[in-house]
Each structure stands twice: as C-alpha cells, then as structure tokens.
C-alpha cells in the first residue's frame, strides 16, 4: 500500500521560502501522478499543485502560481513543494496524494474522495 510521510514544513516569515517533501513508501510512486493539498483551520482542504508520473506536466492553483514550483526525484520516491514569496495566507497543513495514474486532469487539483491523508507538514507564515 502506497503510503507518504510530509515533511519540511516549519515557520518562516512572510517573503521566506521552504522546500516540503513527500515521501513515499511501500509501493514506488513512479507509475502515479501527485498532488499537494493544503487546509487552514476552518477551511476545506484544497489543491495546491500537482505532477505527472514522470514530472512532465505540472499545475498550480491560481494562489500560487510564479511562487511554488512542484518536482519530483522517482529515484528518491519523493516530491517536492518549493515554497517562494509566502505569504501569511499560505499557513496550513500540507499534504499530499496520489491523484491518478501516468498523466494529470484538470481534476488533479481536488481531493481525491477516501484518500489515505498522512499527518502532513504545518506551514505557519508569520511575523
């Protein structure tokens, strides 16, 4: 069973930059598109970026877009999330998630229903 560890979220102030991780275990993740997703307190978790199997095809949500930039090492069984120009409304929990095989859908923004959410990483942008 594919599972993810997240990792590298901290506190940072805003214009600061982090790099988050998801690694996966027990299954290689090479064959599967990923996504990062994010929820604030009192908000539904939302899409954050998502990967092609290969890391050919990217998206981002608008709120992000020219500030995160979202990879992948299939050899390290890891994606990354590189956070640029946070800001405070970037707090949240990060996670991430399989979202499909090979390519990536328009879909691959919305959380996928029944996924095995991990702990995450706490994002906190603050002053």
């Known amino acids: 069973q594919l599972q993810f560890v997240e990792s590298g979220g901290g506190l940072v102030q805003p214009g600061g930059s982090l790099r988050l991780s998801c690694t996966a275990s027990?299954?290689?993740?090479?064959?599967?598109?990923i996504s990062w997703f994010r929820q604030a307190p009192g908000r539904e978790r939302e899409g954050v970026s998502c990967?092609?199997?290969?890391?050919?095809?990217?998206n981002y949500a608008d709120s992000v877009k020219g500030r995160f930039t979202i990879s992948r090492d299939n050899a390290k069984n890891t994606v990354y999330l590189q956070m640029n120009s946070l800001k405070p409304e970037d707090t949240a929990i990060y996670y991430c998630?399989?979202?499909?095989?090979?390519?990536?859908?328009?879909?691959?923004?919305?959380?996928?229903?029944?996924?095995?959410w991990g702990q995450g990483t706490q994002v906190t942008v603050s002053s």
């Open positions: 998630a399989v979202v499909g095989l090979n390519t990536i859908t328009p879909q691959c923004l919305n959380p996928p229903p029944g996924a095995d």
């Open positions: 990967i092609s199997s290969r890391g050919g095809n990217t």
């Open positions: 027990g299954v290689s993740p090479d064959l599967y598109s």
